[in-house]
Structures are given as C-alpha cells and as structure tokens.
C-alpha cells in the first residue's frame, strides 16, 4: 500500500467559516456557533451563518493545498500533514493566528459515516494546541502554513489516534480581528480513514470481500448546433479533450483503470452526443464569434484513444444528450424518449463497438413509475440506479421491479456513500433556476476515499459496491488518481474483488423492491414550461416531415433535412439542464431558430408591381419558391379580403430546389385596388415561410356589383313611373271637378301642381 501512503492531494479544499455579523468578533472560546459544511466537498469558498437566515461577516479564507497521507496504513508514516495558505478577506487586520487539527470519535457504523457525509459531525473531542501561523495579517494579505501533527503519543499537537477506524478532523483557525476578541475564523471539516496504525500488523483481508464495480462516465452539455457544416456553440470542449483538459482526465483515469486488477470491474458509460460531437470536430467546426475551432486535432487524439481502449470492453450508452427521461416521460414525448434510447447505435458507429443491451442510466440515478412503465415497452430490462431510488429495500445489491405488462426489470444499485461523496454536499449542488457551470467547482475525493475504506475494509460483508463518479465529474486530474489507486490498493490487498456490471444484471436479483422517485429530483428536472415548448415545436416537425418526399434520386432524404432537427430538440431536455433553467431554454431557442428556418425555405414571392385584374373571375399568379433539397407539399391560404372570394384549392407538389407558376383562381366582388395576404401551409396546417402582401388591381365589375346596378336601374325605371302616373292622374281628377260657364265655353286649364 505503499502507493496509497505517498498519495499526494493535486489541489486543495476551501472552505469559509466565520465569526458574527457584529462590528466586534465574538468571543467564543475557539468554538464555532454553527458547525462548518465537509470542506473537502467544497473547493470554492463559501461563507456561513452563525444564526439560521443571518449572513456573518467573513474574516478568513483557509485553503488546503496539500494533505498527506490521505489514507493512514500500517506501512505509512506516524504523522499527518496539511499545507496551504490563510488569506485575510475580511475589512480589518487580524492579529495572532493559529491553526490546530481537531478530531472525533472513530464512526463505527454506517449511519454515522452518512451522516458525516451529509453535514460535520462533532471533531473536538481531541483538542490538540494550537500553532502559530502568523502574527498579523494584513487585509487582502495571505501567509502560507504547513502544519504536520503526530498520530498519536503524547505530544501537545498529537491527534491521540490509537486505533483503526474512520475519524472526522478539523482544520481550526483562530485569530483575533482588530476591535474584536480571539474566535475562531476559519474551518476545514473532512474524513480521515485509518486502515491500520502505522508500524503495526497490516489487517487481514477479509473472507469475503466487498464486490467493486466502477462505472465511468463520459459525457459533456451540448454544445452542438449543427452539423453540417459542424457548428459549436462554443470552443470549451476543445480544451477539454486536450492533454490536461477534464475528459482527457477522464480518459486516462479510465485506460489505468483497466490496466490494473480492478480492471475486469470496469464499465464505461458514455453519452452518444459526446462522441457525435467530438466525431464531427475530426471533420473541422466552426464556433459562432470565433471562426474556426482549435480542436480538431485534439477531438481526433482523443477519439482515437477511447477506440482503442473501448474495444473488447463493458461498455453502456446513455440516453442520446443525456436527455432527461423523466421530463420527457411527463411531457409525453414519446418520439423523443425512442429518440434518446436509439444512441446505442451512434456508439457502435463511433466507437465500433456493442454497447449492452437494454440497460439504462438515467439522469441522477432516478425515474419515476410511468417512465419505467414508458422503457419497458421500449424493451428496457435492465436498470442502474441510485439507492435513493429503491424504496425500503436494505442493501447494495440488484433488486427486481415486476412490472404490471412485460419482463420484471432488474436494477443495479449505484452505492450512495460512495458516489455521493463524489459529487459533493448537496448543499453545494445546483439547485432549480441556478445556474452552476459543470467545469467550474473541481470536487475533492477525501470523503468518498473513506466512504470506500469503511465498505472496503471495515463492513466485511462482501456487499456490492458500484461506484459511479457525477456524470460531468470535474475532480482534478489528481483526485481522480487517487481515488482510483485506492480503489486498486483495496483490490491488491484483499479487501474488495472486481465484479463486472454484466454479471449484475445477469444474475437474478434476491430482492423486490419499490421504485421511488425523490422530491428534491422533481424540484431539479427540466421545467414543464421547456418541455411544453420542445412539444410544440416537435410537433410543427412531424407535421412537416410528413409533407416532405423523395420520389426521385435527386432529391434528398427527408430524413437528412428533419433527424438534426429532433436531436436538437432532445438537447434542449438534456440532463444537464437539470437545475439550470436558462441553460434549458437557451439550447432550445437554438432548436426553435432553426426550425423556423427550415419553415422559411418554403416561400410566396412578391411582385414588384400590382396585379391587374381584367374581370370577375380572373385568378391571380403566384410565384412559389422551394430552397429544400426535398420535393414538399404544399397548399396555399388566401385571407379573407373583402371583394374576392378564393376558390377551393388542391394541394400543389413542389420539386426540389424549385419554383413553380400557380394560377389561383378567384371571385371578384368589386372593383378598385386593395391588398391581398397570401400564406403557404402544408397539408396539415404547418405555416411555411412569410405570408405575401400582394397588391391587386380590378377594373371588372363583380357579381354583386352587376346586381346592385340592375337593382339601381329597375328602382330608377319604377321611381319614374310612379311619378308619370301620378300626373296623370291628377290631371284627370282636376278635369272632372271644373264645370263649364254660361256661354257654354270650357275655362283654359290650370297648371297641375300635382
């Protein structure tokens, strides 16, 4: 174990406690009012409160830089030791500063490991003294420290450790701010596994040793935007896939990994979008801003490297983008949820080689019931699941969900202790409409290191162990060696034996179990109000689609045009986005743009003049345009103008790549000039391109217009004889009212007034 006791931590653990929020610093006798987060978890400083709701003033910054050794053996050294540096961040100087570490109890159970793992448990119940570190730190000033400390004996600073076991330490720095008491201002709280005392009898392996299983992820966000050509959002995968860079990490940790007797127990998960990706980089990319990206060599070194180490090996595909099987299961999006199980076969093109068949990983180790109900009739049988996932079922090892309709499923459960140690205190992890960059918090391995010596070496009870670091895991490059030379070590010793994940799902499963989905993953899934806009737009696509053909070889595949387009779709549910809402509706703004294009190859294309209209039932030539390189149909849609009624139209084929002469016939009601909206939509109602103004001009007279002028005549012709018999008339009863005088002489006639 040799190589264990020389392992040196490769970067450090922040972490920032505080004092009171108070002008003058508290006196509190080297005592914290509230207990620190597990520092090892957190490499970013992060203030604490010492009341619930009120934030304190920070005073230092304690960053540990070096911790050796990280695991006590018999053949290692008597003494631990820890450098860094303390930084002043605090308004004021701070005067005599000393730095102790503090232990507790040996944690004999596994209910206590967890619970230290959740939150520090009490580490003062030995209390070395303290040593001095600087006199008088200015403000914004930082003094490095190293400290090294007995095992045990009788030495003031001596840590009193006399037996093996897993014991919480605590970094304790004390000080005294200007215009304040001494307090304590700064803390770093973690796990310190002992195997066995140093210069004692190395422990016995055990008779049945814990069965280990690693799990290696692969995987990234998204950050392709097209394909062809190759578009990335971004050039960040570029320095990771270079020599130094996270995946390159990832990818080294997993070929020593394989090249060792832990070997046989190692799988590799990896997300088909990754290696679609990286794939489409080899070819050349180009980065929106940037021009063209700087990892083409690097995507093709690394590509190559993971085809070579793959091959012959355990291999499992996650969902395509990593899509989030629950929200699409809610949103009930099928085609989507058929789309993300179909990536196996992107990694057999990759990679050329069979990932396993019928097993899932999905997003956080968790699912829902009707998400499991949704894979099953997809053919799922197999499962890897988080612990927190199996309801009431005691254990580590594979349990059988029994399904109402198919197969019982069989789950392989992912170790909690371990696995969570890795990713981090939870309350450290993004959290629902935060934002939280996946390569900007590097997580130590320090806890999960004595997760996995208690299962190891402590339990005794060959249980199995499956270890899965986070899916985007961004431990430095030397925690993730470290925590696989540990692991190597526990395996060379005795303590563990390598089990592959094939045997676990082949064998059947002892136990039946629950499925539970926990609350805090519904509060972190891709928000409804993302899913129900990826519905929408996947369903404008298939309607689409469904208008487009290919009747001849000169045209494209439908498919070549509307694939890209659903794998955009399934990035913007990504489970990467899970916690990081804006990150969700950015990539789907960049599928909705690029569907709206697709719909916009399809035009009506204006005149530059008006159309003149030389009577009633002249029909109006359109000019419509396809830039697809698919045949598509198409109808076209006249809005409702007063003075023209559109006829009912046929649906018009378009060729690819081409343009086409439409005569549509109408009605004209009226004369004069009046504008004309003209849209395309396909046979199912999609709207394509930009609706058409066009301006129409009509000397003809109409049907109506007709009508009404007959109308105007035949009242003027009735008006007018009703006016002629009317004089008539009233000259005749004007003629028999008059009588003739004496002379037998008729009077002239008077003028009629009627």
Not at 254 to 260: V, W
């Amino acid at each position: 174990m040799k190589r264990l006791l020389s392992a040196l931590a490769a970067a450090g653990f922040f972490l920032v406690t505080t004092a009171s929020a108070a002008p003058a610093a508290p006196v509190d006798n080297g005592r914290l009012p509230v207990r620190p987060a597990p520092a090892t978890q957190v490499w970013a400083t992060r203030a604490l409160s010492s009341q619930p709701g009120q934030q304190s003033q920070v005073w230092l910054r304690l960053d540990v830089e070096e911790m050796t050794p990280r695991v006590i053996t018999a053949d290692g050294p008597d003494s631990i030791t820890i450098s860094g540096k303390v930084v002043n961040v605090g308004d004021r100087p701070i005067e005599d500063i000393e730095l102790r570490l503090e232990r507790g109890r040996p944690l004999t159970d596994e209910d206590q490991v967890r619970e230290a793992l959740r939150e520090p448990t009490d580490a003062e119940f030995v209390q070395p003294n303290f040593t001095p570190v600087t006199d008088r730190l200015e403000r914004n000033e930082s003094k490095p420290f190293r400290l090294t400390v007995p095992l045990r004996g009788t030495d003031p600073t001596s840590l009193r450790i006399t037996e093996p076991g897993i014991y919480p330490i605590l970094a304790n720095i004390n000080g005294v701010p200007d215009y304040g008491g001494r307090a304590r201002l700064a803390a770093l709280s973690t796990l310190l596994p002992v195997l066995a005392m140093p210069g004692g009898q190395a422990p016995t392996p055990p008779g049945n040793p814990a069965k280990l299983t690693l799990l290696w992820p692969l995987a990234d966000r998204p950050r392709l935007v097209t394909a062809s050509p190759t578009v990335l959002a971004d050039d960040e995968l570029a320095g990771s896939l270079a020599m130094g860079g996270r995946l390159y990490g990832l990818l080294m940790a997993y070929e020593s990994a394989l090249t060792s007797p832990l070997g046989t127990g190692v799988c590799l998960a990896v997300d088909p979008d990754l290696l679609r990706t990286v794939n489409a980089m080899t070819g050349g990319y180009e980065v929106p801003g940037l021009g063209a990206g700087k990892g083409r060599s690097a995507a093709q070194m690394w590509l190559d490297r993971l085809r070579l180490l793959a091959a012959g090996r355990c291999v499992i595909a996650m969902p395509d983008a990593d899509a989030d099987l629950v929200a699409l299961s809610r949103a009930q999006l099928t085609g989507l949820v058929d789309l993300s199980l179909a990536g196996a076969e992107v990694v057999r093109e990759v990679l050329g080689v069979q990932p396993t068949q019928g097993v899932a990983w999905p997003e956080d180790g968790v699912l829902d019931q009707p998400t499991l109900a949704n894979l099953t009739a997809r053919g799922l049988t197999s499962l890897v699941l988080d612990q927190s996932a199996v309801a009431g079922t005691p254990g580590t090892g594979p349990v059988r969900f029994d399904v109402a309709e198919g197969k019982p499923v069989t789950a392989v459960r992912v170790d909690g202790m371990v696995s969570d140690a890795l990713q981090g205190a939870a309350a450290t992890r993004p959290v629902a409409g935060v934002t939280t960059p996946s390569e900007t918090r590097p997580v130590s391995v320090q806890n999960a290191l004595a997760a996995l010596t208690f299962r190891a070496g402590f339990q005794s009870t060959g249980q199995n162990v499956v270890i899965a670091p986070p899916r985007r895991w961004n431990a430095p490059t030397g925690e993730v060696d470290l925590l696989l030379r540990t692991a190597k070590s526990l395996v060379a010793g005795g303590f563990a034996a390598p089990v592959a994940l094939e045997s676990l799902i082949a064998s059947p499963p002892e136990q039946t179990a629950a499925l539970s989905y926990p609350v805090e993953a519904g509060a972190r899934e891709v928000p409804p109000t993302v899913t129900a806009a990826v519905a929408d737009s996947w369903g404008r696509l298939h309607q689409l689609a469904e208008s487009m053909s290919q009747p001849d070889a000169a045209s494209a595949e439908p498919g070549d045009l509307v694939d890209p387009l659903r794998l955009a779709l399934l990035r913007a549910v990504s489970g990467a986005w899970r916690g990081n809402d804006d990150g969700a509706r950015a990539a789907l703004a960049t599928a909705r743009y690029q569907l709206d294009g697709l719909q916009a190859q399809v035009t009506v294309t204006e005149p530059n003049s008006p159309i003149l209209l030389g009577s009633g039932d002249s029909p109006i030539p359109l000019s419509i345009k396809n830039r697809l390189d698919v045949r598509i149909t198409v109808r076209i849609v006249i809005e409702d103008t007063p003075g023209i009624v559109a006829a009912d139209l046929t649906d018009i084929e378009l060729p690819a790549r081409g343009d086409r002469l439409v005569r549509v016939p109408v009605e004209v009601q009226r004369s004069g000039r009046f504008p004309v909206h003209v849209r395309l939509v396909t046979t199912s109602g999609v709207e394509l391109g930009e609706r058409a103004r066009l301006e129409v001009s009509s000397s003809a007279y109409g049907t109506i217009t007709v009508v009404i002028t007959c109308l105007a005549g035949a009242a003027l012709v009735l008006l007018s004889a009703r006016r002629i018999y009317r004089r008539v008339r009233a000259a005749r009863a004007a003629s028999a009212q008059v009588p003739n005088d004496a002379s037998g002489v008729t009077p002239a006639e008077r003028s009629s007034t009627s």
